[in-house]
């Protein structure tokens, strides 16, 4: 099993409506995740960490983590043409804190 | 300036030639990561350091090696380069958060072709 996995996509989805985008992980130590964006041709920058259990919103955004479950999910509500990028999920590894990335889920928002 | 810059941004090699791809950052964190981007498989870390006396090896380590010459440097080497290896690769920083590795920093990421 990858220590953080994500469905490969491409996910397509109609502009205004939600995007989920969903990632499991494999080491119960872990105690934050995030969510990076990155545009084609581009460096990946943040758009959302997580620590605690439940929901996190920021704007347009939200980061929903279970714990027991392992499952880490962002939500873009109202989605636009400039959310289309590829999204990375992404976890520390236990005590060491190296940063491993799922394979990413590429995001299409059609207009 | 890029807080993280990465040289070169393209380099075009031949098969067994030794490369080095460069690191340095303005951001005064002590965690540097080099990772390679390959498509469909997201970002795989290759080494990470704490600090300047401390390395490690990551998922992907076996024909990269790596050097900190200073805190603010982080260097990436291919002894002997492999078509296989051609690649994005990208360094990234970053400080601590919550006692644990906080957000990263990535550099534009150096594409490396090797022929």
């Known amino acids: 099993q990858k220590e953080v996995e994500q469905n490969s996509g491409p996910l397509s989805v109609p502009e205004g409506a939600i995007a989920s985008l969903n990632c499991t992980y494999s080491d119960r130590v872990s105690q934050s995740f995030f969510w990076y964006r990155q545009y084609s041709g581009k460096s990946p920058e943040l758009i959302m960490s997580i620590y605690s259990n439940g929901d996190k919103e920021d704007g347009r955004f939200t980061a929903q983590l279970n714990k027991a479950s392992q499952y880490v999910s962002l939500l873009i509500r109202d989605s636009q043409p400039s959310d289309s990028a590829t999204y990375l999920c992404?976890?520390?590894?236990?005590?060491?804190?190296?940063?491993?990335f799922g394979s990413g889920t590429r995001l299409s928002i059609r207009p | 300036d890029a807080d993280v810059t990465q040289t070169p941004r393209n380099r075009i090699t031949k098969t067994g030639k030794r490369i080095m791809l460069e690191c340095s950052q303005t951001k005064g964190h002590d965690r540097m990561y080099w990772y390679r981007q390959d498509p469909g498989l997201g970002l795989r870390l290759i080494y990470y350091?704490?600090?300047?006396?401390?390395?490690n090896k990551g998922e992907i380590s076996d024909g990269y090696s790596v050097s900190r010459q200073a805190q603010a440097k982080f260097s990436l080497s291919l002894e002997s380069a492999i078509p296989n290896q051609t690649a994005l690769y990208f360094c990234?920083?970053?400080?601590?958060?919550?006692?644990?590795?906080?957000?990263?920093?990535f550099g534009e990421g150096s594409r490396l072709t090797v022929l």
């Open positions: 992404a976890a520390p590894r236990g005590s060491a804190s190296k940063i491993i």
């Open positions: 350091s704490f600090d300047v006396k401390d390395i």
């Open positions: 990234a920083t970053s400080d601590w958060d919550r006692g644990e590795t906080g957000e990263l920093f």
